[in-house]
């Protein structure tokens, strides 16, 4: 673990362009790395918050197959849609870049050369799976067959998500192409393999040794099994149409495999990056006194813990992460967030239905994050976290304070009198949270850094409703000129601790409170960012304190200092709007089973005589009443158009009797009779089941009167 770093390089994994952004994206990797972001630039550290769009590998081919149209196309699209759901949700990165740029061609075949030119390829001719209707190599994710471990059907040729087992294609039973749904033959082809054995003991010193205290638990153990079950080569190549060619002779046809090149799109977004700011580079990975943190999800461990670091040290000339702090996954609902099957919410469309809320979605995912478990995202839980604790407790704090500040001074900070006791204790509980609320950022705990953050909320609210102000200025008006003096030092402190986590809140509540009229007041963070030789611009962020100031300063907003207006900074989230979502995912989940209903088999053949002998008719439902002591029966009067029968039907649980009357229906009339608690019932209603496995009735046309026959 690095001490006091000169710089900081902060990756987050480079989401992949064949989807937009959800929630899950959100919550695994680009809240907590902005957070982190953020809270170093507060504290005037220079920083390179790097990310970028993933837009090679089978995923934009399947993706490009599907849609119909060329994969440029499809990156450029999703490439476009994600860029502005960052920007408009407030993730500050300092470069966002893109795979298919020129600069990380050159950059990733120029690593590939210099691992290549030193021999630490193996180039071996192997046998890999095959499309012969197709006419081609079967890419990982063009391959679907049963997993050897765990025995789901649906495993990918790389991964199995239901273990989340990482396999080889050949490894699947009875594996299928995606493209033909043919079984596909194994071919000879050529390929580069890193031989991840060779660094196992470099891996042990590094991580099982070095890290062993320091990496989350979940990090570790990954990266302990894999290690423990011995490393193998792994192909850095693919036979694929689509990616950055292999920049060697004899690999015509060939490109680099995506876990190779995706990685390497850190440091050539970061050479984009120092291009364009007039900076050079190569600190910000090569240099000792350089952190580099990789913020990923779980499921990208074994790429950023043991396959990049084992390329970084075979090229000899690049740091290694400090730290790769993966969260687990985020739950929807209670299932899996799958973007194939758009169970998703999804950040484009959250921005456009929940307008100007995007500190309250990067408050629920944080207050929930899944930093060591899997978690559950719920729309009831998501507008419970809103109103009864943003609106409860955050924002009632504020808007007390600002409302009460231009009631009784118009709103000029009063001059305080003489501390009481109680006023000490609360200002010295308030330069206190700083360092707490450091103390589990700088350990990727953001979910605990956010409850600390809340609890300064929780300890202005505590103090007035102690002290009570507004019962104090009857008797005492000179008391509470020194009450609200103490009140606005917490509203100030706010607006600087909850920018890495509230950014949009804590601008807004910095324009209520006027801090951009302070510069010349305030000297502790201009002058601390003139000491490192930097400025605002440098760390994005417009402020006049720094997040050493609250600890530092007792005089964070002062007397005589005129504020804003009272501003409501979140709003209740009612029931319809929630309800809203939850319709959504539900008619998602309906389209779901639809697409996924798979026919019944048909049964064996039966003779036209035997068809023939059936009786089926229209009819019409006259009377309908619940069987007694029978849950799943309903007693009919059907006019068949031949006379009126008595039918008895299991579909009481489908159907109240009121709905049914007057429904047109298909009726089985020369069924043998059959006594059901001692009713007889003389027929059958045919009927079928839809896409979520409930009873509908086979309607025939309106235009059939009773009695018809059906042929």
């Not at 630039?41 to 089978?58: M, N, P, T």
């Not at 081919?61 to 476009?80: H, R």
Request: proline share 5%; glycine share 6%.
């Amino acid at each position: 673990m690095i001490q006091n770093p000169k710089r900081y390089t902060i990756t987050a994994a480079l989401p992949y362009t064949n989807g937009p952004i959800h929630i899950g994206h959100l919550a695994g990797v680009y809240v907590p790395a902005d957070i982190y972001s953020r809270y170093l630039r507060l504290q005037g550290k220079d920083v390179a918050f790097i990310c970028g769009s993933d837009e090679h590998g089978v995923a934009i081919s399947m993706k490009a197959k599907k849609e119909g149209i060329t994969p440029q196309e499809v990156i450029d699209k999703y490439d476009g849609i994600i860029r502005k759901s960052f920007a408009d949700f407030g993730i500050s990165f300092d470069n966002y870049s893109r795979t298919s740029a020129k600069i990380h061609h050159d950059t990733a075949q120029e690593f590939f050369r210099t691992l290549y030119d030193n021999g630490d390829f193996i180039e071996e001719t192997t046998e890999q799976l095959y499309d012969a209707k197709a006419d081609q190599f079967l890419a990982d994710r063009f391959v679907v067959g049963t997993c050897p471990k765990c025995g789901n059907d649906g495993a990918y040729g790389d991964q199995c998500e239901n273990c989340g087992s990482t396999l080889n294609a050949t490894d699947l039973i009875n594996p299928k192409s995606t493209i033909t749904g043919e079984t596909p033959i194994l071919k000879e082809t050529k390929h580069w393999f890193l031989p991840l054995d060779r660094y196992t003991d470099f891996l042990t010193e590094w991580i099982l040794v070095g890290h062993k205290n320091d990496w989350k638990p979940n990090v570790y153990g990954q990266v302990k099994s894999w290690v423990d079950g011995g490393l193998e080569p792994r192909a850095v190549t693919r036979d694929l149409d689509w990616g950055i060619d292999v920049p060697v002779e004899g690999a015509e046809g060939k490109k680099l495999y995506v876990w190779f090149d995706a990685p390497i799109g850190y440091i050539s977004s970061t050479k984009e990056w120092a291009a364009r700011e007039g900076k050079d580079w190569e600190p910000y990975w090569k240099d000792e006194e350089t952190k580099l943190v990789h913020f990923i999800g779980k499921d990208n461990i074994v790429f950023h813990c043991i396959i990049f670091p084992a390329m970084l040290k075979a090229e000899g000339s690049y740091i290694l992460p400090d730290n790769v702090p993966a969260n687990e996954f985020l739950n929807l609902e209670g299932n899996k967030l799958s973007t194939s099957k758009n169970w998703a919410v999804w950040l484009h469309e959250y921005l456009e239905e929940f307008p100007e809320k995007q500190d309250v979605l990067r408050y629920a995912l944080t207050s929930n994050a899944p930093e060591t478990k899997d978690n559950d995202f719920t729309w009831k839980d998501f507008q419970a976290r809103n109103n009864n604790e943003l609106v409860a407790i955050f924002g009632n704090f504020i808007n007390r304070v600002v409302v009460l500040t231009n009631k009784y001074y118009e709103g000029v900070i009063p001059t305080p009198n003489e501390f009481s006791e109680v006023d000490e204790q609360t200002l010295a509980e308030l330069k206190a949270y700083p360092a707490v609320i450091s103390s589990s950022v700088e350990r990727y705990r953001f979910r605990e850094a956010l409850g600390e953050l809340m609890n300064v909320a929780r300890l202005g609210n505590k103090y007035l409703a102690d002290e009570e102000p507004w019962k104090v200025m009857k008797d005492n008006p000179e008391r509470v000129k020194t009450q609200m003096y103490v009140a606005l030092q917490i509203a100030t402190a706010l607006s600087v601790l909850a920018e890495p986590f509230l950014p949009f809140t804590s601008a807004k509540l910095s324009k209520i409170l006027n801090l951009s009229d302070l510069k010349e007041h305030f000297e502790g963070f201009s002058k601390f960012l003139k000491e490192k030789n930097r400025d605002a611009k440098d760390i994005i962020i417009d402020k006049v304190l720094g997040w050493n100031d609250i600890a530092e300063n007792s005089d964070l907003i002062p007397a005589g200092h005129k504020i804003g207006e009272a501003e409501l900074l979140f709003a209740k989230i009612e029931d319809e709007e929630i309800q809203k979502q939850i319709d959504k995912l539900e008619a998602t989940k309906t389209a779901n089973l639809a697409e996924s209903k798979q026919p019944e088999p048909q049964k064996d053949l039966i003779q036209f005589e035997d068809f023939a002998k059936m009786d089926i008719r229209v009819g019409t439902i006259l009377e309908a009443e619940k069987m007694p002591k029978a849950n799943k029966l309903l007693v009919l009067k059907v006019d068949t158009g031949i006379d009126v029968r008595t039918i008895v039907s299991g579909i009481a649980e489908s159907f109240s009797p009121e709905e049914i009357i007057g429904k047109r229906v298909s009726v089985l009339a020369n069924l043998a009779p059959r006594a059901l608690r001692g009713v007889e019932s003389q027929g059958m209603i045919l009927m079928t089941t839809n896409a979520e496995g409930k009873l509908v009735f086979i309607n025939p046309d309106a235009d059939a009167p009773n009695g018809e026959t059906v042929n």
